[in-house]
């Protein structure tokens, strides 16, 4: 029995013969003899192995048909649900910053070397993370990189590098890390990281909330692992269902100060929109009387004329930080012609100089959502989105509902209707 | 679930064929090799989770970590083939899996057989995890947790939090490990740990416990040999959880294991090494020190407490208030100056004061204590405070309650508390008085003051910005653990008792309680006094608990017999008698609330040897102290007499309880001999002879013995005792009366008292008056009793029952002649006629006409007078405590080698 030892002890051989046995063949009368014996034992030991080979194919591929049985199941879900616009994402922790009585919020200096925080809630359903930052003028360049470490992994599972704009003086506003999809699998504790790369490290600062007396919830330095300070950065953390894709749009800055309500957007009630009222400023636009509130329905009717426009206005509607504007339009008689509906939101209550039928050049339009053509009973959404540049620092805007019949048709029951007026902050 | 769509031909053949079943180790097996290149080591046990152990061992192949990392599956003897089929598949595949079969023994022989192929052939191995088979890791999960180790070199093994899948769960383990919890209250830490390989090579599984908690008694091994835990919430052990599995099923089992490792592990986790734990991870007691203004915790006021400054305290206290479970502020608060403990500990009183304190302070809002200066007694009084009577002008402390000063910081103003200083106190108080023989005039201080300092600390913490901090639950698992400040209740109830004695110091070689029922003169108090003194002379520390009166009264020449004197307040056990009667003596037994048997037990649980000097209520609880591993002693002297002269008391009482006790002291051959005849093992007595009680100078022995050479014609008798049944009173009233009326020329001198008040009644005090019979107060200093014996010639004792009376050999020692009747070991002491003469014990006029003969005969014979006195003296030169003990101490030594010193082989 020696051999097998030996084959044994061999480093690059044991492993095959770390089973290994002798097997008896018994008497043999010739060469031929000694082949079947040998071809008889190998099958012998082979025929088990396939069949365990073969068990093992037949549960992989029910394994795969399951899957995929699963994973249309959860895409179709998933397609429906963006298609239907439910609003899946959910506030699931505001850590609201501390604030000096002058209104300013204390910080976090992002300082030379990177810090660390713990985040407060599990992973599982983390689709956004908005930070309070503050800018602060001086040398340009630079960004603030952010990153997303789950428990114990060396790498990090996603990241995030916000530019750090030119301002004088200083810039204080919410920005949103947004995932694109919500985390799943294990519930994981979550660290976010941070630091300044290039430009100033004095450029940025974070909001901080309340201090907090177990300071292993402070941020701290990434490299030194020693605590800075004794408050905890703000923070809102959003969730969604695990692993659904989430429709945030990343780096968006949001106003602080959101209604409790778990939606992100806000319908516009119908006590707003009862004060519709038609714009009969401009000179060009024909003596159309039809704009009319449905009480019932919470509708608002802009009848379009034969030719031209013809506008309903709801003055100092939209706030200065709202970041988007959407409507649906919708034309209820199905007798009636394709109708060409537009959202606009200006400045003033009137434009002046330039016709309304050239919606883009008017001086205080603020931007809109371009003429859309419905046809009759199908509600079409309309959106006007609005950049940072014009949401911040502005009062109230006014928002315009605009109809013309596409390509001056028969405005014959042409029940030209907007609903479900919403602004999203 | 799935459209089976499988070929519907003839199927393999399965099972296998018996060439490739579970493999056998047989004679072709060959030594590993050693493989120094391996650092890591994952260890996955493997019996009947066929399936899912290919996760657990891609999740470990799946490691990115920094040195060579190896998988080692343990084959339990599964009887499912295709364990060992997928097992040798695995280890064909991948160089790093090694494949290692065993007949079935139970997850702990399977690890342990792991544990013995690593750690022999894998010489540099760093650590090592334990995975079971249907869990998983994550991808860094060992690189992590190597660098959490190496970061804190004192941590034996990393554990992670639990979180689980298919049952999701979550649970918060990332509390500050804590030995003492991981001992008394739950398994904090799961098998699927990382260990160091140090730990590897002495450490393995129980194989006997095969009803579960194998890794709960493991890390108590740990725990045991100095190492301790950590967990990293971070760890990414992913923990399969299922309604039903063999984790749930013992847990079914859960108080008769738990009972099962009390036993196991008593001898290494005494009440004292516990209450070590207690000091160093959650102590009991938050003092405040009014002079350094730094805040000290401790359990054992006499080893250095942790210090805060009061801000790190305030955010300390408040950080408490939201995570009790990870911050600690100590249940029991205190102010004063810290020389008080100082003062306190210097005369042994340190701890008793503590242990008084915190039990008034179960019943009360506040405690004070004072200092009266006392150099006779030791002693301690209580006064409830009330309206119009106070706290006392000047106090060495106050102490309060967490909850009360809790509710006191959430408010801005102190007035309530500050009323504690006026004449109508708002909160409920007690004041202890200690009278000691120290100095009191440096260490108190003002009521106002102290109350102040109080006051103002609490207004800090009111004051402190974490009062008012972000009120957010930070930890999103779910909270397990109790509140820190509740460590030391879950010590005592795991060792049913009640408060602990607060003493941490491991002695150099064991701590022994002497428990005496009164502090006084008594004859079995001071024996009991001599025995810790020869222990102590002889490196053992001693300490005395006096459980009935209200106090210790100090004899010089026991000044250094003890360390420590611990009194037990107010709350006195029964002394004598209880519920339940054996042998014609009544007992209690530990359910009955007056033996406070829970009491003792907290008071007593941190010796190492407990002696009973004739304290009756100890009975009930020694059995409980002797299940903690202490040694029991029973010191008894005598038998009792009921009033019918039926034998009764503490020698039966030692029968009743002898399973309970190692050894008894006796203190004569007499006694030994009725105890053996009575059913007591000799191997369980040791005679231990009395000796004086004090000793007299060689130049006080040489002025008696010349004086003792000329006898006077007037013979001075001497009676010195209670004045009770027991000693014979009536017959010491005849005998005066036989001596006054025969004309004997003596001079009758009594000294004494009676213990009991009103134990004497009214006739014999009439006949005491008409004899002529007077008592002198009881002296209690060695130059009086050695003065009065030296004046008397002869000394009567007409007792009635006895022990080993030390009067008399202290009366021998002074040359003065001993008549006693012969009852106890009384003729053990007296060789008649030698040294002092025994009158025959019966009816009180035989008694009395023996002792008048034996006075009218030394009275008349000088001679013989003078003979006996200085026969007396030279007996008594040869005996003394040490040499009576000698015997004892010795067995002492052996039992308890003297640790700073150890006997090597």
Known sequence: MNFIKELKANARLRNYFNNAAVVDLGDIDDVRGILVQILGVVSGFLNPLAAYALEQAHALSASRKDFEVQHLKFSALETYIQQAGVKLVRQRMFVAPDRLTNGSAMVVDVAASAIRQLLPVSSKGVCAIDLLVRFSGGETGGSLKAALYLGDSAEAHATWVIPIPDVVGQKEDWITLSLPQALDGMSRSAILHLEVQGGSSSAVSLGASRIIANERYCPYGAGSGHVVGNRPIAMRIWQAPPGFITPRLPNVVLAEALPTAVETSCRVPPTSLQRVEMLLTAAELPNFAEVVFHSGEEQITVHPPQKGICIGVLKDLVPAAAMSVSAKGFVASERAQPVEFALVVAEADQAAGVPWSEVPQLTNVVDWSGWRAVAPTQPHQLSVFLTPEERSGHPPRTLF????????????????????????? | MFNDARPRGPVLATPLAPFLGVRQPNDEDIEPRPDGTVQFAILIPVYKHSILLIEAVESALQQVVDGRLAVVIVNDGCPHVETDQLCFLLAQAYENVVYLNKPNGGPSSARNFGIDYIVNVYPNLKAAFFLDADNRLSPHAIAHGWALLEKHPDVGWLFPAINTFEVEWNGDYSIPYSRLLHVVYENLSDTGSLIRAELLKHLRFNVDATSGFEDWDFWLDAVSRGYKGMCSDLFGLEYRNRAESRCKEVGRDRTSISKYLKDRYKKKFTPRKLLGYEHEESPRYCWFDTESMAINMFTDPAISPKSYVLKDFCRNFWAAQEEPDKFLTPDLMFWGSSHVIQQLLGVGLAHTLFWLIERQLKAHQFVAVTLARNTREISVSFRAIATGAGLSDRLILIAGRHDILRSCANSSDQGWLMSLASQEPGPSAMEITIAAPVDVSRQTQLLSSLVGAMALSVSHIHNSSYRTALNVRWAWRSRLFP??????????????????????????????????????????????????????????????????????????????????????????????????????????????????????????????VVVNCQAAPLNAAIGELRAMGIMTISYIHLFDRSDLGREVGHPF??????????????????????????????????????????????????????????????????????????????????????CNNAGLKANFRFIGANLVEGS?????????????????????????????????????????????????LEAQQAGCIPIATDVGAVSELISNGKNGVVIPNSDDHSVVLGFVGALAMLQRDRDERQKMALAAMDQLLTISWERSFEAFTALMNKRFPDKARPVSN
């Open chain 2, 483 to 608: 509140a820190m400040r509740e460590y030391p209740a879950l010590l005592e109830r795991h060792l049913n008792s009640g408060t602990l004695l607060p003493r941490v110091q491991e002695p150099a070689r064991a701590d022994v309680a002497f428990v005496v029922p009164f502090g006084s003169f008594g004859g079995s108090e001071k024996v009991g006094y001599a025995c810790a003194q020869q222990l102590r002379r002889a490196g053992f520390r001693t300490h005395l608990f006096v459980i009935g009166g209200s106090g210790f009264k100090i004899i010089p020449e026991f000044n250094d017999a003890f360390d420590t004197v611990n009194l037990i307040g107010n709350e006195v056990p029964a002394l004598w008698g209880g519920g339940s009667s054996g042998r014609g003596t009544e007992f209690g037994v530990a359910s009955e609330p007056e033996m406070r048997t829970p009491l003792l037990v907290g008071l007593l649980a941190s010796m190492d």
């Open chain 2, 760 to 808: 004497v009644n009214t006739a014999t005090r009439d006949s005491m008056q008409r004899a002529n019979i007077v008592f002198e107060p009881p002296v209690f200093s060695a130059d009086k009793l050695g003065n009065a014996f030296a004046k008397a010639d002869v000394m009567i004792l007409p007792s009635r029952w006895e022990g080993a009376p030390l009067v008399i």
């Open chain 2, 653 to 738: 009482l030692g029968l009743l309880f002898e399973h309970a006790y190692d050894l008894f002291l006796l203190c004569s051959h007499n006694l030994r001999h009725r105890l053996y005849a009575l059913g007591l093992p000799r191997e369980k007595m040791m005679t231990v002879e009395n000796a004086p009680s004090f000793s007299l100078s060689a130049d006080k022995l040489k002025s008696i013995r010349a004086k003792r050479k000329e006898a006077t014609e007037t013979l001075n008798v001497l009676y010195i005792g209670r004045m009770d049944t027991q000693k014979g009173l009536e017959r010491i009233i005849d005998i005066v009366v036989h």
């Open chain 1, 401 to 425: 509902l605009l109809t013309r019949m596409e390509q001056n048709r028969s405005n014959a029951f042409a029940w030209a209707r907007f609903y479900d007026v919403e602004i999203e902050r």
